[in-house]
Each structure stands twice: as structure tokens, then as C-alpha cells.
């Protein structure tokens, strides 16, 4: 039987269905048009920058980092370009297994791993580290080859510092190292802009100047807008900012003067500082022994970090800077000074030296326990008679030197224009009650006080400081803030900026004072402990030998270098200013464990003065004397400083 179909039901319902799928067709377009609205009206700015940076990304351009020269124009820091082979450990699996395969493609040695597992500790993972540095033409070629085997590694343009001249004013001149953890967590607390600019860089000056004036150094950071492959490699570049370089650095030191005087020390250990009274320009600031900073540019690696930390000379300390000494007889002048002054006594005073000084039942003893006789303030100079400065200290009592030197310097920071000066310590009796915590160890007994009129007792002051103290005296009582750097110089504009001249700070002493203990130094180097030393010289100048304990040797010991180990033997000090008419420089010098200052620390002052006063230089035979304290006077003629090679041959 044939079934009649409803034509009309069944058009209806096809009717429906085409409106529903009409509708859901609509909507769907509805739905695309409004997201294609979302992504492409409202969202277009937000997205379209996604969008770049999938495509693009922005990389820091690190500034080439600025030169240090010294006075006369030589290069003390500066750069040099390298490849380096580095890993980013995040994107490595199996880091054992990748360095063992690098090494056959490139040399790896076991320095190389052991710096790198040093790094690794200090650094975050997803830093890039170098395993080897320096690496050749050769070298990078083989790895290029190859680099497909090896995901998380790259060969990369670096630019290294060096350090031309080594050892020689590497306290002055400092080192650079990678930024560690501790300095990462400083830097976040930096201003935004700041931290901007060292995106990239992953070095930092570590010490002296290159710590110190790091934000001229290290330059502003550019960038570069490259294109990018799915795989994150760049394909071509869009835009760029250059970097600016660092600035130049130039300072006062004049770099064979340095090593001179470094070569003078020997092996023997000690700091010498040399100040123009005239401005506070630094010529000289020595400390033995130095060390190579150019060790420390890659990671320092082990066996050197522990030889340089470890060792009994303590090399990485700046002596200069951070060594204390007791200033022994160079103090004498100072306490003349202070005499002068404040009126204690007048420079016709006489005192009696019987060799000694009585303080109720204790016996201050003098040089060999020799009397000098009469004394009076020029003879106590020149002769060092210690009876008149223990006699001297007991009628000033402690708090009127505290309150006479700490304007000179003693026992304070100096300004300094490098990081980590130490105070030192001029005692006074509101000193000891801070630096000691038990009551009886908080008073000051007047007995102490005695020997702090020659330098010893609780006087501790850096090279720097007694050089300072020299430089003002030498001035006429005239201060200036001593200084390392004179000018800086735009490596773009090649402008150079001198510093801004000091403000100079006068102490207000009398003329006729100050001349009367310069004119006693003076007299020290023609009929003084220091006669022999100066003798010939072809200008006139004023100094005081010292010789300070390094250990307390008792009332009824006599002092005997041969009983003693080396580093228990006293330190040899002077300090000088020349010429006399017009002081152009005044210097400190101390050498450790050398005994009589006119023996080792005189003879070095010496030839500093030659070499800036008189452009003379040691001849070899004269040099290997002074190193081994066997000269007092040059030794043969000397050589014209300024045609001595440099660097050395």
C-alpha cells in the first residue's frame, strides 16, 4: 500500500532546520566577528605587541668598559676581545656529559671545570657561564661544526679586562670579577634606571679604583632589536641604541715611579704613600707584596685563590690603605708641634736624657739606654731623644695630643678616593671606655700616656695617614683631602674633565712654629739619623726615621733582632718632604720587620726624591742594594729616569 506523504509537514520542518542552521551559522560568524573585534580592534595594540616580541626580542648591548691611565698618559686597565665557550646549565641535561664531549672538541682543562663549578655556585642556572675563554680561530671553527650536538652551548664575543702591567699598583688600580650573588642582591635595591643599565653586564670592579669609580667606568648600556627564529635565534637586526663606553679614569700615580719603588721593597713587605702638599695629588701609593690582578678577570681558580688568601704575607691587604702601625720617632715632630702650640713648651726648653725616664718605679728606657745630655727641642729631633717626648707626653696628658692630632688625620679616615680605609687608633681616655667592655680595662692609667710621646702604646695609623700628617706639616699646617684620581676623560668627545680643585682647610699654625720643626727635619738628613742617607743629594729636604716595636719586649729585655723570628722584629719607618723651600712632595714609608728606620725605610725615600726631584733613576747595582737594605746613599751613578724604558725590559 503506497504511503502519502505530508508535503507540507515535511517543508515546514526543513524550513526550521535551515532557519536553525541559518541561525547557528550566524552565530557562529556572529561569534567570529566579535572575537576578530576582540583580537583585532580591541585588542590590537596589547597583541600586536606579543606578537613582536614572539617575533623580535630586545638584547642589552654591555658598553666596552673605560680605561685607567695613569698621570703621564700610560694605560694601566683596558680591554681586549676574546671568544669564550659558554654553557647555560638550564638548557642542558646532562652537564657531565656535555662538558666530556665539548673536550673533544675543544681543550678543556681540569682549571677550566673547577672555575666553572665555582661559577656555577655563585650564579643563577639560567645564566650563560663561561667554560673556557680565549679560544682559537681553530678552536671556535671546530666547535661551529659541531655545535648542533650541543643545546644550552655557544661561542660568544667577549671583551676582557686586562691589566698590562701585572703586579705592579694592582691595589691602587684594583680588579674586575663577575657579579656574585651578594652584589646581585645590592643591585635590587638600586634605582630602577640604574639596574637598567647594567642589564647584561656581568662584571663589576671588585676593588681599588675599578671598584671606586665604577659608575664611570662602566659606561650605559644600548640595545639591539633583533628578529628571531622559532628556535630563538636571531636573524636579523631592526634597531639598535650603541652603548656608550665608560669614561677614561686618569690618576695622580705615575707608573714607573710605582714600580720602582715596588722593586725597591723586594721580598720584604711594607707601604709607602706619596702626596703633592700642594693639592693632595697622590705620586705614589705602594703596598708589598701585590699581587697579579689579572688572576682574578676569568674566576680566580683554586690553588691561586688559596695561595693568595693563605699565605703569611697577606698580599691581597693594602698596607697602605689598611695596614696600622705604630709610628715610632716619625711621631716626634708631630708631638714638637703640638708642644709649640698649645704651649706646653717653648723650643729653648732643655731636658736632661740620662738615657731613661722615671714614671714612679718604672723605667721608660731611651736608644740603647744611651743619654743624650742636654736636649732641647731642635736637638730632640735630630738626635730622636726619647726621654724628651716621654717627659713631654706626661704634661700633655692623653686628650690634649687626642685633641692636637686628630685634625692633622691621625686616627681618621682621610677621604681617600678608594673603599675600605681604616680609621687606625689615636687613643684618648673616651676612646678606651668605648673599646673596652670591662670596667677596669675601661680606665686610663697615666702610665700609658708615657709612651705614646714616641709613637708607641695604642698608637696605630695607616702609611696613608702619616703620610697626610707629613704632607700638611710640610704645607705650613695647609690641609688638602689626598686623591688618587685627577680627571676623567669622554671616551666619545675625547674631553677630558680635571677634577674640581680643593677647598684647602688651613689649621691655623704659626709660622715661626712650623718652621722650627721643619727646619729640625731638615737638620735630620745633615747632621741626623739620616745623614749617610741623604748625603750628595742635590736638593735639601727634612725627615725622621722610626722604628717601631711589633711586639713588647720587656723593662729588663734588651732588644736583639737575632733573638727574634723575622715578623717579630721591629718595622722600619720614615717620613720626608722636599724640597725644603718649597715642599712638592712629603711621603711615609714603613718596612716591615726591618729594624732602624735610616737602615731600610730612609734609603727608599731616597730615591723617590731623586727620581721626581731630580729625574734620576737606581742604576741595577744601587737597586739590588736598596732591595736587600745594604745601601744608605746611591750607590755609582745613577740613570736619567726619564730615558729608563717602559715598560721594563
Given amino acids: 500500500m503506497t504511503e502519502i506523504k505530508d508535503v507540507e509537514a515535511d517543508l515546514s520542518r526543513f524550513r526550521l532546520r535551515v532557519v536553525v542552521a541559518g541561525l547557528a551559522v550566524l552565530v557562529a560568524f556572529g561569534l567570529i566577528v566579535a572575537r576578530m573585534v576582540t583580537l583585532q580592534v580591541l585588542r590590537h595594540e596589547d597583541l600586536s605587541a606579543q606578537a613582536e616580541s614572539n617575533r623580535t626580542a630586545v638584547l642589552p648591548v654591555v658598553p666596552n668598559r673605560g680605561q685607567i691611565l695613569d698621570r703621564h698618559g700610560r694605560v694601566l686597565a683596558s680591554n681586549y676581545s676574546a671568544y669564550t665557550l659558554e654553557i647555560t646549565p638550564s638548557k642542558v641535561e646532562d652537564l657531565d656529559e656535555t662538558i666530556e664531549a665539548l673536550s673533544e672538541v675543544v681543550e678543556i682543562t681540569p682549571r677550566d671545570k673547577r672555575r666553572f663549578r665555582k661559577l656555577m655556585e655563585e650564579s643563577r642556572r639560567f645564566d650563560s657561564l663561561p667554560l673556557r675563554t680565549r679560544l682559537t680561530d681553530e678552536e671556535v671553527a671546530r666547535f661551529a661544526v659541531q655545535r648542533y650536538r650541543f643545546p644550552g652551548v655557544d661561542v660568544r664575543a667577549r671583551l676582557f679586562r686586562q691589566y698590562p702591567h701585572g703586579e705592579t699598583a694592582s691595589h691602587v688600580i684594583g680588579y674586575i670579577g663577575r657579579i656574585n650573588q651578594r652584589e646581585k642582591e645590592v643591585m635590587d635595591d638600586w634605582p630602577d634606571e640604574e639596574q637598567a643599565n647594567y642589564r647584561g653586564t656581568e ?28 628556535g630563538g635565534r636571531a636573524v636579523r637586526s631592526l634597531a639598535n641604541e650603541p652603548a656608550t663606553p665608560g669614561n677614561t679614569v686618569v690618576l695622580s700615580i705615575d707608573i714607573k715611579l710605582q714600580h720602582l719603588i715596588e722593586t725597591m721593597f723586594g721580598e720584604r713587605r711594607g707601604a709607602l704613600v706619596a702626596i703633592d702638599p700642594r693639592n693632595g695629588e697622590v705620586l705614589a701609593f705602594v703596598s708589598k707584596p701585590t699581587f697579579d690582578p689579572n688572576l682574578f678577570v676569568e674566576g680566580i681558580d683554586v690553588e691561586n685563590w688559596k695561595a693568595l688568601n693563605e699565605s703569611v704575607d697577606k698580599p691581597l691587604l693594602n698596607r697602605a690603605l689598611r695596614g696600622t702601625y705604630p709610628p715610632g720617632s716619625t711621631y716626634k ?64 696628658g692623653v686628650d690634649a695630643m687626642h685633641d692636637f692630632m686628630k685634625p692633622l688625620g691621625f686616627g681618621q679616615i682621610t677621604g681617600i678616593d678608594l673603599k675600605g680605609e681604616v680609621r687606625g687608633v689615636l687613643p684618648s681616655q673616651e676612646w678606651k671606655r668605648n673599646a673596652y667592655k670591662r670596667p677596669e680595662q675601661q680606665k686610663w692609667y697615666a702610665g700609658e700616656t708615657i709612651s705614646l710621646g714616641i709613637g708607641q702604646g695604642y698608637n696605630n695609623f695607616t702609611m696613608l695617614q702619616l703620610a697626610h700628617a707629613m704632607a700638611t706639616l710640610a704645607n705650613g699646617g695647609v690641609k688638602y683631602r689626598p686623591r688618587l684620581t685627577i680627571a676623567t676623560e669622554d671616551v666619545v668627545t675625547r674631553e677630558r674633565h680635571p677634577l674640581p680643585d680643593q677647598q684647602p682647610e688651613s689649621l691655623g699654625y704659626r709660622p715661626e712654629h712650623v718652621e722650627t720643626v721643619l727646619s729640625a727635619m731638615h737638620a735630620v738628613t ?8 741623604f748625603a750628595g743629594a742635590g736638593y735639601a729636604s727634612g725627615g725622621k726615621t722610626g722604628t717601631a716595636q711589633a711586639v713588647t719586649i720587656g723593662q729588663k729585655d734588651r732588644y736583639d733582632a737575632r733573638k727574634l723570628e723575622e715578623h717579630q722584629r721591629d718595622h722600619s719607618l720614615y717620613v720626608a718632604f722636599a724640597p725644603v723651600e718649597k715642599p712638592t712632595v712629603a711621603l711615609a714609608v714603613v718596612v716591615e720587620n726591618a729594624g732602624f728606620g735610616a737602615a731600610h725605610a730612609a734609603p727608599i725615600a731616597r730615591r723617590v726624591f731623586d727620581y721626581l726631584l731630580m729625574d734620576q733613576y737606581p742604576n741595577p747595582q744601587d737597586l739590588a742594594a736598596v732591595q736587600k737594605g745594604q745601601a744608605a746613599a746611591p750607590i755609582g751613578t745613577p740613570l736619567k729616569a726619564s730615558e729608563v724604558p717602559w715598560p721594563p725590559q
Avoid: C
Avoid at 745633615?526 to 742617607?533: D, L, M, N, Q
Fill in 333 to 396: 715632630p708631630f708631638m714638637a708641634l703640638a708642644a709649640l702650640e698649645t704651649g706646653t713648651r717653648k723650643a729653648s726648653t732643655v731636658i736632661n736624657d740620662p738615657g731613661f725616664w722615671m714614671f714612679g718605679n718604672h723605667r721608660f728606657r731611651s736608644h740603647g739606654d744611651h743619654g743624650l745630655g742636654a736636649v732641647d727641642m731642635r736637638r730632640s729631633i735630630i738626635k730622636s731623644s726619647n726621654t724628651y717626648y716621654y717627659s713631654l707626653a706626661n704634661e700633655m
Fill in 526 to 533: 745633615t747632621e741626623g739619623t739620616s745623614t749617610r742617607v
Fill in 203 to 230: 662584571y663589576i670592579g671588585k676593588l681599588g679604583t675599578e671598584q671606586s669609580y665604577e659608575r664611570e667606568l662602566h659606561g650605559i648600556t644600548g640595545f639591539e632589536r633583533v628578529e628571531t627564529s622559532a
